[in-house]
């Protein structure tokens, strides 16, 4: 393979396209990937298949995003038996042994603590969804992450800013520095990065299973790496804490039924309270992209980031009131307390004087605080087979593995997990059989029993997903517009809203008025997130499939 063939791999961020009138469909961060998942449905594979393939090859392809020992999370609707299905399998934290942390936090910073090492989350699970669902040899599957990890792909603009991002944290290990710098420099853009030593280990993966990474001979030396660095883990660990099969959580938002994650992942109960709270705020009857919108929008994201904290993994607290954060009173009375927050009195001179010397009057955006710049590295697929199977997955390098470390050519980055139940949307509990709480973005909506569409993300997940629904079904906006249209983080302590810096002037005076400041991200900010969709077309009921301006995402499908 030559590099000229390879250079039609690269898709930079930018303008993308709906794709639609397709029998079966898919939407990657990656067009490597999308290549796979479609080859593997074009020979027979159902999306499970196509998923599995999919997430081998992403792992081996975008290293900076995802990698072979992290986190996978799975929703799947079955054709035959209309059933949805969730799988979690995130890193766990082994019991009785306390965080290990072996890279300080950096200058530069990976996150606001330094990741903690846990127990891989992407094999036992992937081994879990081929024994359920898959139906193509388990070897098969694993040949395109075979050959891309031996061959190599094209260093994009892309990959290489992710890796300086991060260089310091992925360089502290001498096995890092050989990894990511293999002449003794970063691969630079355009040039091929490759890993003989990880197509080494994905062969055995293919010949032995995925059990080769979980308790067979990489497994071995991961524990004794492990125990080296001072992590005292024992084999058994491995397996202590399984994939956990669940059924997801469900609610009504006005026609459609929502089916996301249910705990201990937060992403369901988010998007319910989000989008209850709108619902009782009149959202429907609000002008998009106005200082109404976005003051409401920003106001019951913090309001449910906070109420997040009261769930969490049910094997741990048996009666975490779950219920009580579906209510629909609950979300009726969230939403008269907003409603009662808008002032009477302009408030843009109070907003002009809060804001300090960072901005020149009322009403003029300053640039966001750099703590909303957290790196964003997950792969977020979508994808819907012949037979009206849909997946809706994450694969991520967060949530497994020793931070910094290499073990047969696979790079870990751990998890950023704060030990706390009740602040944090990334927690976790260091207890037998306990499952970290994270915000992972997989969602289905459903009329009359059945997927009309499926999205997720990476980057700032728990808050961009409620605003693409509110965009898709409050504002009646196509899949691609939605995908485009501006995000933001929700209402800082500091009463700012930080938002792509495409709003209008008479929304960010009326914030002014109401007594937000505001800050821009640019236009098309990275960290917001890469949506994956497949979507029923509303007129035509034909399958289409559409991939995020912000990021390297290629959306495609099966005629």
């Known amino acids: 393979m030559t590099t000229e063939n390879l250079s039609r791999y690269i898709v930079n961020p930018g303008p993308k396209a709906a794709v639609t009138g397709l029998k079966a469909a898919c939407s990657s961060d990656s067009a490597i990937v999308t290549e796979t998942i479609l080859k593997v449905m074009a020979d027979g594979g159902n999306a499970a298949d196509a998923a599995i393939a999919g997430c081998l090859v992403q792992a081996a392809v975008e290293p900076f995003m995802t990698n072979h020992t992290g986190t996978v999370t799975f929703l799947y609707y079955e054709a035959a038996s209309g059933r949805t299905y969730q799988l979690d399998s995130v890193g766990t934290y082994p019991a009785g042994l306390p965080p290990f942390r072996p890279v300080p936090a950096m200058p530069h910073g990976y996150s606001i603590a330094p990741p903690s090492a846990c127990i891989p989350g992407f094999m036992p699970g992937l081994k879990e969804i081929h024994g359920r669902f898959g139906t193509k040899r388990w070897d098969y599957l694993c040949e395109d992450a075979i050959r891309w990890a031996e061959e190599g792909h094209l260093v994009s603009t892309f990959e290489y800013h992710f890796n300086d991002y ?23 853009v355009g040039e091929r990065f490759g890993s003989k030593a990880m197509a080494e280990t994905l062969r055995r993966v293919a010949s032995e299973g995925p059990d080769y990474m979980i308790t067979g001979g990489w497994a071995d030396k991961f524990v004794a790496k492990a125990n080296e660095m001072g992590w005292k883990i024992k084999k058994a660990d491995m397996t202590a804490t399984p994939p956990r099969w669940m059924e997801p959580l469900r609610f009504m938002h006005h026609e459609y039924e929502i089916v996301s994650l249910a705990p201990p992942q937060t992403q369901g109960i988010y998007c319910a309270m989000v989008l209850g709270i709108l619902r009782h705020l009149g959202i429907r009857n609000v002008a998009r992209g106005s200082a109404e919108h976005i003051f409401y929008m920003a106001h019951a994201m913090r309001y449910a980031q906070y109420h997040c904290g009261f769930s969490g993994d049910p094997q ?36 002009r004087l809060a804001a300090g010397s960072g901005a020149a009057h009322a009403g003029v955006p300053t640039g966001a605080n750099s703590t909303s710049k957290e790196p964003a590295g997950s792969c977020e697929l979508a994808i819907v087979d012949a037979h009206g199977n849909w997946v809706q997955m994450m694969n991520t390098l967060q949530g497994g593995g020793i931070p910094g470390a290499v073990i047969g050519g696979v790079p870990m980055i751990g998890a950023h997990a704060r030990f706390s139940q009740v602040s944090g949307m990334i927690s976790a509990v260091i207890a037998p059989g306990a499952r970290q709480r994270s915000v992972m973005g997989n969602t289905m909506v459903l009329m009359n029993g059945k997927p009309i569409l499926s999205l997720g993300s990476p980057g700032n997940v728990h808050c961009t997903v409620p605003q693409v629904l509110t965009y898709l079904l409050d504002f009646d906006m196509d899949p691609y517009a939605a995908a485009d249209a501006p995000r933001m983080l929700p209402l800082g302590e500091d009463c700012a809203v930080v938002i792509e810096d495409r709003i209008s002037p008479e929304a960010i005076a009326g914030l002014a008025r109401m007594g937000v400041t505001t800050r821009v991200t640019p236009p098309y900010d990275i960290p917001m997130g890469s949506f994956a969709m497949c979507f029923k077309d509303a007129r035509t009921g034909e399958l289409g499939t559409t991939a995020d301006p912000r990021r390297c995402g290629v959306a495609d499908g099966l005629r």
């Open 166 to 188: 991060g260089l310091d944290f992925i360089t502290y290990f001498p096995e890092g520095r050989a990894f990511y710098m293999p002449t003794g420099y970063p691969p630079h």
């Open 316 to 351: 741990v607290v048996a009666n975490y009131a779950i219920d009580t954060l579906l209510d629909d009173d609950f979300h009726k009375t969230a939403a008269k307390l907003i409603k009662g927050t808008v002032p009477k009195t302009d408030l843009s001179d109070h907003a």
